[in-house]
């Protein structure tokens, strides 16, 4: 299984392969026919309550995980992820600054333990 994270403001690359952007909101500054993507998968992303609580503080990432990974306990979208995966290079596409600490990142991590 081959998956990557990378932010939807970076350059696409040949080697992305399925290009799935993976949070609520549409990227700031971006209209959709400017970014090459696959799909986007709103209901994979966290909750917008969960969103919020988080806001991006480090302190909370640990806990941002556990309670994000319980949302997506039973969502059928996740198989269908793992499926492009197994298939092929997935790239999950997030818009945040933080590029460790993010909801794509939490998934990667989601998807490659179940």
């Known amino acids: 299984m081959r998956i990557q994270v990378k932010r939807i403001y970076d350059e696409p690359d040949?080697?992305?392969?399925k290009r799935i952007f993976v949070e609520r909101l549409w990227p700031r500054g971006k209209k959709k026919d400017e970014l090459?993507?696959?799909?986007?998968?709103k209901s994979v992303a966290p909750s917008s309550e969960l969103r919020k609580w988080f806001s991006h503080d480090p302190a909370k990432w640990d806990e941002?995980?556990?309670?994000?990974?319980a949302e997506l306990g039973g969502n059928p979208k996740i198989e269908e992820?793992?499926?492009?995966?197994?298939?092929?290079?997935?790239?999950?596409?997030f818009s945040a600054k933080d590029r460790d600490?993010?909801?794509?990142?939490?998934?990667?991590?989601?998807?490659e333990k179940s």
């Open 64 to 69: 941002f995980k556990r309670k994000y990974w």
């Open 81 to 93: 992820l793992k499926e492009y995966a197994r298939r092929g290079t997935l790239t999950l596409l």
């Open 14 to 17: 040949d080697s992305d392969g």
């Open 36 to 41: 090459r993507i696959d799909a986007w998968e």
């Open 101 to 111: 600490r993010n909801s794509a990142v939490a998934l990667k991590e989601y998807l």
